[in-house]
């Protein structure tokens, strides 16, 4: 299927919103050397495997710190996509079993700032994020790896941010087709703390009237495995070139009080706000898709 509208939008607000918690309110610790170890995971290439830091998810860009594109194996520099692949998204790293041999014990560690926020996009309900989602805490007395036997999918590390689509229209704008499309994003802050909740939301809340840059689909900077594909990446570089932007036209935050959190969350002490983008992005479809 081709790509959309809505996938360049949400693959750029993503982008935006990763940067603005690095830049804004530097929500990173580190650069601090990690150890990587092997666990076993199901969302890998049969000939690869994979081996986890502590944390997720790895800084990949940043105006203020520097990101290595390399690790140590065995004492030996190996840059990413030599026969590795350097997921940020998850923390690990992916080892070609051809290039680097089948062995799971192998010595990897590498220099890297990891994020005290994450972001996530995904197109589950709010309601199934909250309900049926298994959240760990990081970072923690005990690390991500240290509380699992395995690597499972569909486990968040928070305190997080969710981003998703939840509706849209197109509005008539001008003669000759033009269109102004107004995308509602949801984004679910979900935290352990109201300290990095309220942070979250004010950060987010002050973004009203604010223009997102939409990166072209095929510029997207991370590849199938959360890697980066070009290095160094660098989004103020990324967005340098950009010529279409989205607008931010107003922001809504909430949060759900104490008593509605506990219910909800079972004996878990989450607490859970919500950021409502309206934005908008004038177009014309009915050229881009007549035939």
Not at 204 to 232: N, Q, W
Request: aromatic letters at 14%; one cysteine or more.
């Amino acid at each position: 299927m081709n790509v959309g509208f809505d996938h360049q939008l949400l693959s750029s607000f993503y982008l935006w919103s990763e940067d603005r918690l690095n830049y804004f309110s530097e929500a990173y610790e580190g650069p601090i050397s990690q150890v990587f170890t092997y666990y076993d995971s199901v969302d890998i290439p049969s000939n690869y495997n994979a081996f986890y830091c502590p944390y997720r998810q790895l800084v990949s860009a940043s105006d203020k710190i520097s990101v290595n594109n390399y690790v140590n194996i065995e004492g030996n520099q190996v840059f990413d996509k030599d026969g590795i692949y350097i997921d940020y998204g998850q923390g690990r790293v992916l080892v070609d079993k051809d290039t680097h041999g089948d062995s799971t014990t192998l010595s990897i560690t590498g220099d890297f700032a990891y994020k005290t926020v994450n972001v996530y996009t995904t197109d589950e309900t709010e309601e199934n994020i909250i309900l049926n989602s298994d959240f760990l805490i990081s970072p923690s007395n005990e690390t991500y790896l240290q509380s699992r036997s395995a690597i499972e999918e569909k486990t968040y590390t928070i305190p997080a941010v969710f981003l998703t689509l939840a509706n849209s229209e197109n509005y008539p704008f001008a003669f000759g087709g033009l269109d102004e499309t107004k995308v509602n994003i949801r984004a679910i802050v979900i935290s352990e703390s109201n300290y990095i909740l309220d942070g979250v939301l004010s950060l987010f809340r002050d973004s009203a009237r604010v223009s997102v840059p939409l990166i072209d689909f095929e510029d997207f900077p991370y590849g199938e495995f959360s890697h980066v594909k070009t290095h160094p990446y660098n989004y103020s570089d990324t967005i340098s070139n950009s010529t279409s932007f989205g607008f931010i036209d107003n922001v809504r935050v909430s949060k759900i009080n104490d008593r509605a959190t506990e219910r909800i969350t079972s004996s878990k002490d989450f607490k859970v706000g919500f950021i409502d983008f309206s934005v908008s992005k004038v177009r014309n479809p009915r050229i881009l898709y007549k035939r």
